[in-house]
T-cell receptor, first 112, second 111 residues
Framework: ETGVTQTPRHLVMGMTNKKSLKCEQH?????MYWYKQSAKKPLELMFV???????ENNSVPSRFSPECPNSSHLFLHLHTLQPEDSALYLC???????????FGPGTRLTVT | AQSVTQPDIHITVSEGASLELRCNYS??????LFWYVQSPGQGLQLLLK??????LVQGIKGFEAEFKRSQSSFNLRKPSVHWSDAAEYFC?????????FGAGTRLTVKP
């Protein structure tokens, strides 16, 4: 498989559930990103990992917890989410922190 | 403050007509500039990028963009739109870890 993949593509969870989103990149990139895309709002950068170290955390609530075990994999652990967290969560990777980003197809999350 | 503005939320053009999508930015230093396209249910695909050099850049799918430093703009153009170009288009600017996206312009193509 090539490019950036994300699983699951769709997720429905209750506010008390715990779930994880997975992202995998097959491009040999060094940096990975999580974005939140809500309707009628600009894309919001949530987390940045470069060489497996977190280098950016844009005031994201602690109910979102990222994990980057190696340069090819990125997770977003979710717990006690709110309905307003329903959105499309996009993962991206780039060769370095100054380069263009390549996006996965996203996970459509619905919190009920 | 750093920001990206795409003034047009929604644009409708006829198939075969020319297209220009506007992007203006405010940034401390000269940023890197990008255009992405997103089809429904998909992630963002890079159309083109500008880092330095020739201010007119060519991208995929017949798109081009021109960087105008004096106007802080990076407008996307296509001479003849195809029905498959209907999608959401995002301008992005940034350096290092700081990437800012515009709110997007939705393109509808009429037959």
């Amino acid at each position: 498989e090539t490019g950036v993949t994300q699983t699951p593509r769709h997720l429905v969870m209750g506010m008390t559930n715990k779930k994880s989103l997975k992202c995998e990149q097959h491009l040999g990139h060094n940096a990975m990103y999580w974005y939140k895309q809500s309707a009628k709002k600009p894309l919001e950068l949530m987390f940045v990992y470069s060489l497996e170290e977190r280098v950016e955390n844009n005031s994201v609530p602690s109910r979102f917890s990222p994990e980057c075990p190696n340069s090819s994999h990125l997770f977003l652990h979710l717990h006690t989410l709110q309905p307003e967290d329903s959105a499309l969560y996009l993962c991206a990777s780039s060769p370095g922190r100054t380069h263009e980003q390549y996006f996965g197809p996203g996970t459509r999350l619905t919190v009920t | 403050a750093q920001s990206v503005t795409q003034p047009d939320i929604h644009i409708t053009v006829s198939e075969g007509a020319s297209l220009e999508l506007r992007c203006n930015y405010s940034y401390g230093a000269t940023p890197y500039l990008f255009w992405y396209v997103q089809s429904p249910g998909q992630g963002l695909q890079l159309l083109l990028k500008y880092f330095s050099g020739d201010t007119l850049v060519q991208g995929i799918k017949g798109f081009e963009a021109e960087f105008k430093r004096s106007q802080s703009s990076f407008n996307l153009r296509k001479p003849s739109v195809h029905w498959s170009d209907a999608a959401e288009y995002f301008c992005a600017v940034g350096r290092d870890n700081d990437m800012r996206f515009g709110a997007g312009t939705r393109l509808t193509v009429k037959p």
